[in-house]
């Protein structure tokens, strides 16, 4: 008995590796981002002192952490185009 | 006292290169944006890839700080008592009050004096009301995150004025839209002006001078567009003080004239209605916070003009779900103060004396629930307790409108007919009313027994003084037949007739002594040998004619709880016979036992006998 063919498949693979490719780019920024604004908040807050620092302290702590988090979602975004780009 | 001190340069050059980096990540993001576009349509059966909402949100976050850290850069410059030198130096206040003149959401050292914190938020409102879309967005969003003070609050918003909070809204709503992340900046402006606004609201407890002034509450609800920025306000917020909740009450649900119109703040408040499963154009969340609230409920019907009751307009004005808020602050206002003995019941204009002040009111109020009533299709368990609680705190309202009816037709009023409807829709309505109704029976039969010796004409007297209690009940009766909720009402006269038996003489009977001993434990037997539900069932079922069981069991108890209260009076005990056969009667549910008690009253004095008589069914 003959096998029935496989359904077929939509994927366009142009569309998904400039997908991938965007968001490569925006997660490398992101990381970029991230490391500059570490580095940018080391030199603000030297001799930063009394109630302004600690509002900096909690604003900045917030703009590490979505830029981090921000980036880890973007890579694993792109990572799952190019996994299906492999298989298709 | 205390000092800041920082670098200006270094603080602005780092908001530039936030600035600068959130500009290129935002590029990217619509890159990815429309890459997504392309993917999703060539690539169906691709992995579900979603927006880039964590990317979104951090180039805001970089954005916001940008714009936040330039201008505590320039606060330290404006306040360097330095010299000159790249350190800025400033004392905490003067910092503090160049700060909080242009920046939100940062906690303000407590030094500061209310008056100064005023004065400074006007200027921070001046400002917001000629900031761009961007600037003040951010602005709004701070004060989400930290709640300012609230004299600097009141001051912000009298330097907005309502003009300006209504321009500062539009602006943004049309900027930003309803979709995706600009509803999330939107979003976060309406908690930051509803935490501002609930904020300066604290302030009127505070002395005149840094006070908010309410008038911009008033002016903001003369003008559509005004109302809706205030419906986003009273969307999110919780907890307002009284006075501001009158307020936005008082402002909100006067009727306005004018065609709708489909404002961009409108569209933005359907958005928000909907997210929070409401439906739009509804009232209901100031209704919720009014209600509460029963101080800022009283302030808002204290604020009524003369003669026109606030509460009463909108309860004729209002269906479900909005009625059974209203509901809430009728129980509160007009309902629990009487039960309480904290308030005048309402007195009948027919007892030859005009309501004045707050009976009046009252009036007014009731006779606006008695006509919304007749409106209410689909009634809800508020509505019906609200009802309940009219019957036991002002019986004589009921009275007034079955006189009124009879003397028209003969008939009682539709709309009581309509009340007992509604309100048997609820089981524990009807033990309330019930409850009530009971109870007024059986302190009017003490009442009369105590001032009439037993003598002619006692048994006309005392049935008139319980003939309008006995109406009410056949009210009661055919209501909870019409709402199919004669089975609860079954079960309200089984649990009531042994709580009767026990409450009669109260705390005299474990006393007990005399001849009223016997006639106080009748119904206890129900509970203690057959169990109460066991006795509700059989109550309710053993009679085949369902439809008069609770007519003949209302009546039963009628006359029972007069004997009761005939044995617990000296001059009308002395005339009672053979007491102690009353032992253990359950009149209400056995036909057997009431059998004998007809056989007891038989037996009696004459006076005895025709009162009781002239109560039997």
Redesign the interface.
Known sequence: MPRPPDPA????H???A??A???E??AR??R??ER??AE??A??T???????????DG??H??AT??H??AA??AR?AA??R??TAV? | MPTSSARPERLAHLAATLAERSATLDAQVGEVTAALGAYRSGCPDGPAIGAPEAAIHAVHRCRNLAGRLGRVAAAFTRADSGGGTTVATASDHILALSVAAHLAGVRLPDALRAPELHAVGRRAGTQLALAGTGEAAIMLAGWADTPPDAAYASGVIDGLGARGVEAVVGRIARAYGTQGWGRTRVEATMRGLTVLVAQAGRSLSAAPSYRLDLTVIHQLGRARAGREVLRQIVLGAHHLHPALTAALGAALLQPISGPPELTSASRMLVDRFDQRGLPPGLDLPVLRLLQADPRAAELWELGSPPGRSRLAQQLGRRSNPELAALAGIVHDLYVAPVLEHRAQPWRSPLAGQRPHGAARRTGEVLEALLAAVQEVAHPLPPVSRVLAGVVAAHPAFLDHHLAVGAYRSLEPDPAIGRWFEVLAQEPVAIDTALGALQARGRSSAAAFLARSAPGAGSADALRSSLEPIRDIGLLLVRGAATAGRTYSLMTSLAIQAVAGGLTVGGGRAAAAAGPAAPVIAMGIRVAADAGRDEAIDELAWSDAHLDRAPKRALDRSFVASTAAAMAEDPRWRAHLRDVHELAGLDVVRSDEDWRTFRSWMARQDPTVRDTLASLRP
Do not use: E
């Not at chain 1, 498949?9 to 366009?12: G, I, K, Y």
């Not at chain 1, 030297?46 to 900096?56: A, I, L, N, P």
């Open positions: 498949v939509a994927f366009d142009q569309a998904a400039q997908l490719d965007r968001l780019t925006l920024l992101l970029q981002a500059d604004h940018g908040v030199a603000a030297k001799d930063w002192r009394g109630f302004t620092r600690s509002w900096f604003a900045a917030d703009v979505s830029l988090r921000a979602d973007v975004a799952s185009v996994n299906a298709a």
